[in-house]
Structure formats: structure tokens, C-alpha cells
């Protein structure tokens, strides 16, 4: 089954708005990913965030994690064209022995009009 | 340049025919995965490897088999017994750390389809 469940399923905005999606998940996780996928491609990381941090940056990218709800989000500012993409969230779950094993949300599929 | 390499991009299968999907890697990664994809949907994970000579379950092993002999090689059989193939493969491979805080490197992908 999916852990993540991401919000919303499609996203459509010109280019300079800020893009937001969310992702909630159900079980304690080690850490959250969040990765970009190109039509007919493969994933691309984007960033990882541990879950004792709240927030990361990198370049246009936030992402925040509020464990006490299950949830993070990924904000993508001054958008381009070019992020049009699908995004998608992927959990490691805490314990166990499946190191790396990651669960992934259904995505949000961002377009960026120019 | 280091990354994964799936081939071919596209395969089609007669009924009754196993097909084997390639993926190579020359990150020096322990652990590979491999992912299944259907349209608008997220990824499920079918089969995953720590270690060579080793690997585990995933989700939706059903119909699928696979290989680690190599370090770089993580080879994925679609069997006759898989009713519903056609869909989007990916293999992924991470770093075997106990920090458990490693990303997942991707290749492009292979696009099964059913003759």
C-alpha cells in the first residue's frame, strides 16, 4: 500500500507563482524525500529531509516536515517552464532492516505555463 | 560519468514469453531496487537488493523474478505468470549505509507492452 498520499493530483500555474504540494503519510519515518520526474523518464532526487529537521532549502526549493501530523510540503518558487514535471514523495520508514527501502506517494503532476 | 543504465527503452512480450529487463549501475552502490509504474501512478516497489547474492520481496513480487550475482547487475525477469505487464520499470540503486539517509539514483526507465 501507498504511504504517502500527495495534495493535489494536478497543479497548473504561470511561470513566476509559487507551486506548493503536500504529502502526508501514516507510519514513523526515518526521512522524507521528495523527487521530480520528466515525462517518460526516470526520477531525479531532489532533496532528503531527516526527521528531526522541520525545514531544508536548496536553491527554489523548501520543503517543511511536521512529524507530529505525519506530513511535509515542497514549495518551488519563481516557477518555470521548466519544473513542469511530476512530483512525488517517498518515505523510509523507521525500524526494521530495509536500509534505503522507500515507499512513494502518487504524485503531483506540476504545470508551469509561460 | 557514474549512473544507471536500463536497456532497452521499450520491449514488447508475446504471451507466454519471459522477458528479462537489464540494469547496471557503476555508482559502486550496495543496494538496488527495482519499481513498477503504471500510468499516473507512483512507484511500487517489486524487488530489492542490500547485498550480492541477496535480495527480498517487495510489494508486488508476484510474476517477477530477479538476480544479483554482480555488484553492478540487477537483471529483472517479467514471467509468463505476470497476467498484467505492461507498465513502467525503473531500477534504482542507494549507497548501503547504516545512516539509512541516502537518496535513490535512477535510470531512465524500460516501457513493457504486451504484443
Known amino acids: 500500500s501507498q504511504q504517502g498520499e500527495e495534495d493535489p493530483q494536478a497543479l497548473s500555474i504561470q511561470e513566476g507563482e509559487n507551486a506548493t504540494m503536500n504529502c502526508s503519510y501514516k507510519?514513523?519515518?526515518?526521512?522524507l524525500q521528495w523527487y521530480r520526474q520528466n515525462s517518460g523518464r526516470g526520477l531525479v532526487h531532489l532533496i532528503l529531509?531527516?526527521?528531526?529537521?522541520r525545514e531544508k532549502h536548496s536553491g527554489r526549493l523548501r520543503v517543511t516536515l511536521d512529524t507530529s501530523k505525519k506530513s511535509s510540503s515542497l514549495l518551488i518558487t519563481a516557477s518555470r517552464a521548466a519544473d513542469t514535471a511530476s512530483y512525488f514523495c517517498?518515505?523510509?520508514?523507521?525500524?526494521?532492516?530495509?536500509?534505503?527501502?522507500?515507499?512513494f506517494g502518487q504524485g503531483t503532476i506540476l504545470t508551469v505555463h509561460p | 560519468d557514474g549512473g544507471i543504465t536500463q536497456s532497452p527503452k521499450y520491449l514488447f512480450r508475446k504471451e507466454g514469453q519471459n522477458v528479462t529487463l537489464s540494469c547496471e549501475q557503476n555508482?559502486?552502490?550496495?543496494?538496488m531496487y527495482w519499481y513498477r509504474q503504471d500510468p499516473g501512478q507512483g512507484l511500487r516497489l517489486i524487488y530489492y537488493?542490500?547485498?550480492?547474492?541477496?535480495?527480498q520481496k517487495g510489494d508486488i513480487a508476484e510474476g517477477y523474478s530477479v538476480s544479483r550475482e554482480k555488484k553492478e547487475s540487477f537483471p529483472l525477469t517479467v514471467t509468463s505468470a505476470q497476467k498484467n505487464p505492461t507498465a513502467f520499470y525503473l531500477c534504482?540503486?542507494?549507497?548501503?549505509?547504516?545512516?539509512?539517509?541516502?537518496?535513490?539514483?535512477f535510470g531512465d526507465g524500460t516501457r513493457l507492452s504486451i504484443l
Open positions: 534504482a540503486s542507494s549507497p548501503r549505509d547504516r545512516a539509512r539517509n541516502q537518496p535513490q539514483h
Open positions: 507510519t514513523s519515518i526515518n526521512n
Open positions: 529531509i531527516r526527521s528531526n529537521e
Open positions: 517517498a518515505t523510509d520508514d523507521a525500524g526494521g532492516t530495509s536500509y534505503g527501502k522507500l515507499t
Open positions: 555508482l559502486n552502490h550496495d543496494a
Open positions: 537488493s542490500q547485498i550480492v547474492n541477496d535480495f
